[in-house]
């Protein structure tokens, strides 16, 4: 079945350890993104990538970075986790910039 | 960065209607998304909206008016199936897609 895989499902990660959390889509969409999402404060863009080869940074890229290296992944990195990146992370894709985003299942990632 | 607001919650009971709505102000615009989330889950496409006016599949409807920077989401005939987040999303000037909080829709039977 077609569509955006994340991995791992959830996580309980040690504060100061880095963690990469996966995405992988086989849609050969152009854009992804990777959104974080908290209680009380809806989804929030951290980073986007509008191709392969290029990212961005959005909302709340502090302590994130990302990677495009082809179309069909997009991993997203913490550093040195600290509790306040504790949340649900979604990753998405878009064919072209006009159209809906697609959403993976989400990782809950818990850093304590 | 963008200001998108909507209630955060509202209950309805079954088969009645409930409108959702979501004002928006942002640098550019490229289109206004809904989508809905149940809990636990990943968020799913509802509607699109760029040019004024309403669209319309099945029970769902959305309404758009750009001048206004305003928005909403009108469910029919509620079921409990409906029960769950509903997320107002726009596209800036740049493409990139912000969402409001969210509002939980809760029908009771």
């Known amino acids: 079945i077609a569509g955006i895989t994340q991995a791992p499902t959830s996580q309980i990660l040690a504060a100061g350890r880095r963690m990469t959390l996966r995405c992988t889509q086989d849609m050969r969409h152009n854009a992804m993104y990777w959104y974080r999402q908290d209680l009380g404060l809806g989804l929030r863009l951290i980073h986007y990538s509008n191709t392969a080869g290029t990212t961005g940074k959005g909302e709340v890229p502090d302590g994130y970075s990302v990677s495009r290296a082809n179309t069909d992944d997009f991993p997203l990195t913490l550093a040195s986790a600290v509790p306040s990146q504790t949340s649900v992370y979604f990753c998405?894709?878009?064919?072209?910039?006009?159209?809906?985003?697609?959403f993976g299942n989400g990782t809950r990632l818990t850093v304590t | 960065g963008q200001n998108i607001d909507q209630p955060t919650e509202m209950t309805a009971t079954e088969g009645a209607i409930v409108q959702i709505n979501c004002t928006y102000q942002?640098?550019?615009?490229?289109?206004l998304f809904w989508y809905q989330q149940h809990a636990g889950e990943a968020p799913t496409f509802l509607s699109y909206n760029v040019l004024d006016g309403l669209e319309e599949k099945g029970r769902f409807s959305s309404f758009l008016s750009r001048s206004k920077g305003y928005s909403y989401l009108l469910l029919k005939e509620l079921q409990m199936k409906d029960s769950a987040s509903y997320l107002c999303?726009?596209?800036?000037?740049?493409?990139?897609?912000?969402f409001g909080a969210g509002t939980t829709v809760t029908v009771r039977a």
């Open positions: 998405a894709s878009s064919d072209y910039a006009e159209s809906p985003l697609h």
């Open positions: 999303a726009v596209r800036d000037g740049d493409y990139k897609l912000s």
């Open positions: 942002t640098s550019g615009f490229n289109g």
